[in-house]
């Protein structure tokens, strides 16, 4: 089994002074500390485990010419794979330090929280590098951060955004006209990457916005179908970083509309599930790479968006939510008991609500409930749960009292369908 290590373990530690003038002794020590290793972890024999890790460390030292790491299980780990992969160049070794600690970062993080301080001394690194490594999870769409107190926080619940404040400081002014309507767009469901997302639809939605003057959409999420076991045979593309380079090619860009979305916890939302990846904030970050500003993430699964009343006191509030569960018999059931469940204060004036692939308005409340539709063709997942899918996007009015209230509301539904079935079934591949 494997090579016989040509020496003992002894002469080993007799010869260490002049080992690097021997590289052949050298490969049989390695060899021979493999051996010992196994041998040791199988029988938990500490002292000879730490023995090895010594022996190890100036195996290391000899072979990179770098001074040791401190002699911790981690860090020796660190020396045999660093000094493996490169010559000892400092900045490799820092950015294989860097990976390493993001991999057990990645590892271990959602079973407990560490500080950076304590990766820092566990590995002997510098802080900036254990900074550095949760930077690059987070650069990758990792929900992950470090929190007032210098631990390292990684978990699959992604934090709630700060409320949407529409007053032109960090987010625009809802555009409104001289008779003192606002106006926007309002979309969601468009399931990119999926076979029966129809993109003539959406960019035909877009160019009427366009034409129509529209600045601002909202997008109630499932911008992606995402991957899952039942859609596989559905997809374009697959794959996070596929689907979402699929949408930054292909989600409509217009001059001066810029969308705002939400990302719901399904589709898109299950790499979140699964990976606690923050996938609204990945997929601006990949949009802003590209230099596409016109993407902006609100929120996971909700946001409001606030707009600042005349009376300098009221608030008319949006909420722009991508809700759970399946379809109710009757269309508006849903979004009344969304509706039902808010408390005095959270109630909205309005709701915008995706999910479901319906188009309804309904007052429910004194609550303005608007279904975003969707921009994908019935499934057949949806039709064998006799889901109906309807097409289309809306264009939403509305006026205020002085205190934010809404007095009037108009809308516009643009209305879409289905290809024909027959030809979706039996003329595409
Ligand atoms: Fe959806």
């Given at each position: 089994m494997g090579a016989k290590p040509a020496i003992t373990l002894q002469e080993v530690i007799d010869l260490?002074?002049?080992?690097?003038?021997?590289p052949v002794r050298l490969h049989d020590l390695e060899l021979l500390l493999k051996k010992y290793r196994v041998k040791y972890e199988l029988t938990g024999n500490r002292v000879g485990y730490y023995t090895l890790y010594g022996l190890k460390k100036r195996i290391s030292q000899y072979r990179t010419g770098l001074k040791p790491y401190n002699t911790t299980p981690g860090r020796m780990a660190a020396d045999a794979r660093i000094g493996k992969k490169n010559g000892g160049n400092t900045t490799d070794r820092h950015k294989d330090l860097q990976k390493m600690i993001a991999d057990v970062l990645r590892k271990n993080l959602d079973k407990q929280v560490i500080s950076v301080d304590q990766l820092s001394d566990r590995f002997d690194a510098p802080v900036s590098i254990v900074r550095d490594a949760v930077n690059d999870i987070a650069a990758g769409g990792g929900n992950i951060y470090i929190n007032e107190r210098g631990f390292i926080i990684h978990t699959k619940d992604i934090r709630p955004m700060n409320v949407m404040v529409m007053?032109?400081?960090?987010y625009p002014k809802l555009p409104q006209d001289a008779a003192g309507w606002y106006r926007f767009g309002a979309i969601g469901?468009?399931?990119?990457?999926?076979?029966?997302?129809r993109l003539d639809i959406l960019n035909d939605i877009y160019d009427r916005y366009q034409a129509e003057g529209i600045r601002v959409v909202f997008n109630t999420g499932n911008w992606v179908d995402g991957d899952a076991r039942f859609n596989k045979h559905d997809l374009e593309v697959h794959g996070i970083d596929a689907q979402l380079n699929y949408m930054l090619d292909h989600y409509p860009q217009r001059p001066g509309i810029t969308t705002y979305f939400i990302a719901g916890d399904?589709?898109?939302g299950w790499w979140t599930q699964r990976?606690?990846?923050?996938v609204g904030q990945y997929l601006m970050q990949l949009a802003e790479r590209r230099g596409r500003t016109d993407l902006v993430f609100i929120g996971y699964m909700e946001q409001f968006a606030v707009i600042p009343a005349r009376d300098g006191k009221g608030k008319t509030s949006i909420h722009v939510m991508h809700p759970g569960g399946g379809s109710a018999y009757a269309i508006s059931y849903t979004v009344q008991k969304i509706v039902e469940a808010y408390s005095e204060g959270e109630k909205p004036d309005m709701l915008l609500a995706g999910h479901y692939h319906k188009a309804d308005y309904t007052v429910a409340r004194g609550v303005h409930c608007f279904?975003?539709?969707?921009?994908?063709?019935?499934?057949p997942f949806m039709r064998k749960k006799r889901l109906k899918a309807v097409l289309g996007g809306w264009i939403i009015e509305f006026q205020t009292h002085?205190?934010?209230?809404?007095s009037r509301v108009k809308s516009e539904f643009l209305n879409y369908y289905n290809r024909e079935f027959y030809q979706k079934w039996h003329h595409r591949s």
């Open positions: 260490l002074p002049d080992m690097t003038k021997n007053d032109g400081r960090r469901d468009n399931h990119l990457a999926s076979k029966y997302s399904d589709h898109e990976e606690g990846i923050n279904q975003t539709a969707c921009t994908q063709d019935q499934t002085e205190n934010g209230a809404i």
